[in-house]
């Protein structure tokens, strides 16, 4: 556990700064909106009690090292800055994008550690492509 998730408040519209929480924008308590993207984070988001998430460490963190979560795996979609990507990852994918805007190979990548919420609209994605169900129905 890096930052306890604690909502200090409900706001109407997405922020540079906001956290979209099961369709909800919040503002979480304490220094986790400072956390910067990077598209090889060393933290993610698990799920709490309180239905919000926590950041926690993937990998170990050194002391030294800046805290980061990738963007991608909690938000759907970001429209609050500058989107170039300056994470400077070998895996860097160039610019900081929403869950929508990922493709297919980009949204595997991450799948590990996204948002069970935005893993959620993907599968139902995969059940609205008709050429999928097809596919399905054909195949038994
Ligand atoms: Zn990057």
Request: proline share 2%.
């Amino acid at each position: 556990m890096v930052i306890r998730g604690v909502v200090e408040k409900v706001i109407e519209n997405r922020g540079e700064h906001t956290f979209t929480i099961h369709g909800v924008h919040v503002v979480l308590a304490g220094p986790a909106c400072l956390i910067n993207h990077s598209c090889d984070p060393n933290c993610m988001h698990v799920l709490n009690e309180s239905g919000t998430f926590d950041i926690v460490a993937r990998r170990d963190i050194a002391s030294d090292e800046q805290i980061t979560h990738d963007t991608s795996a909690y938000e759907y979609e970001v429209a609050h800055f500058s989107q170039e990507c300056l994470c400077g990852s070998d895996i860097c994918r160039g610019e900081v994008k929403g869950w929508k805007d990922l493709t297919k190979e980009e949204r595997e990548s991450i799948r590990e550690y996204a948002i069970p919420f935005l893993q959620h609209i993907s599968d139902l994605e995969v059940l609205a492509d008709d050429s999928y169900v097809e596919s399905r129905e054909h195949s038994g």
